[in-house]
């Protein structure tokens, strides 16, 4: 039940009938630049994240209720 070389040439036979030699080499161009262009963006991320960011803060103290408690205390008594 495999496929044999004959049911593999048809198929090829028919994709050449169907795009052409030309569009299918225009196709694999393409692709080619896609991966070349997600090369690129994937060198540039890189570069972009390799410069240190500063150091983030965080502003809460741990005796201060968080701004949704505030909320939720002030809703209550009124």
């Given at each position: ?45 890189d570069t972009a ?26 809703s209550k008594a009124?």
């Amino acid at each position: 039940m495999g496929i044999s070389v004959w049911q593999i040439l048809i198929i090829a036979v028919i994709v050449i009938l169907l795009f052409g030699r030309g569009k299918i080499s225009d196709l694999m161009g393409d692709v080619a630049k896609g991966i070349k262009s997600f090369k690129k963006g994937m060198a540039e991320d890189d570069t972009a994240s390799s410069t240190p960011e500063a150091p983030k803060t965080i502003d809460h103290q741990a005796g201060e209720p968080v701004a949704a408690e505030k909320a939720e205390d002030q809703s209550k008594a009124s």
